[in-house]
């Protein structure tokens, strides 16, 4: 069930954001503001959760979010670089559909496939080499353009996007996954409180930079008109990060 549910909320994702544009042109709203919901969001979650944790075990060494410096500082860096790639996805759909969106997002896997390989020294069998040249090549396959004058389907600027999200989707989650094998014992929740509450700092300083003027001038939910199609994109985000 939780692998049909991934599928689902990972396929529209694409298609809920670009359905999110205004006229299917320009966002409405500040996507720094959207963001910065779903850090939110995720944050909350996490939180309940650990305290479902604090009532049945009690509050424990491994499960408190009192912390040192040491450890805390480990965490802005995949924040970081989750704050970069959450927030192309939304510009990436200035040069791409969302179809050619979803073949792109499985550069996903090959990025932090070699990147295990590399920093977590993960041996890779024969056939997952082989199923990782075979997913890039159809990755590029389905890029090439049909009955046009242009050789790609997608924009240089749409693939080169593409593949900067792909590295820092893979290094972000290996060096998440790095971070919390450091400190196997540590309540997970706890650990996803303390990225999140990075991203929910960023995204806010995200926002000062960026997006002052129509956050604090126009209000935070300002452009938010069609609720269902943004409540679906904050929701699926969430949720299939949560899951994963």
């Avoid at 860096?77 to 979803?102: C, E, G, H, R």
């Avoid at 929740?189 to 991203?199: D, P, R, S, T, W």
């Amino acid at each position: 069930m939780a692998t049909i549910s991934l599928t689902v909320l990972t396929s529209s994702q694409g298609l809920l954001i670009a359905a999110s544009k205004a006229n299917g042109v320009e966002y409405g709203y500040a996507v720094t503001s959207a963001n910065c919901s779903v850090e939110f969001v995720k944050l909350f979650i996490s939180f309940v959760a650990l305290l479902g944790v604090w009532h049945s075990e009690g509050v424990t060494e491994d499960n408190t979010l009192r912390s040192s410096f040491g450890e805390l500082a480990v965490y802005p860096i995949p924040a970081a670089l989750y704050l970069v790639k959450n927030l192309m996805q939304y510009y990436i759909f200035y040069w791409t559909d969302a179809p050619s969106y979803q073949i792109l997002k499985n550069l996903n896997i090959i990025s932090t496939g070699v990147l295990y390989r590399v920093f977590l020294q993960k041996p890779l069998s024969g056939v997952q080499w082989s199923a990782l040249v075979l997913l890039g090549l159809g990755c590029a396959t389905a890029q090439l353009s049909v009955g046009t004058e242009s050789v790609l389907a997608t924009p240089a600027v749409g693939l080169l996007m593409a593949v900067v999200m792909a590295i820092l989707s893979g290094a972000a989650g290996v060096y998440t996954e790095l971070i919390m094998k450091t400190r196997p014992q540590r309540n997970i929740n706890v650990q996803n409180v303390y990225l999140y509450a990075f991203g929910v700092l960023f995204n806010l300083a995200a926002i000062w930079l960026y997006d002052y003027d129509a956050v604090v001038g126009k209000g935070y939910f300002s452009g938010y008109n069609v609720l269902v199609v943004r409540f679906f994109v904050f929701l699926n985000r969430t949720v299939w990060t949560v899951c994963a």
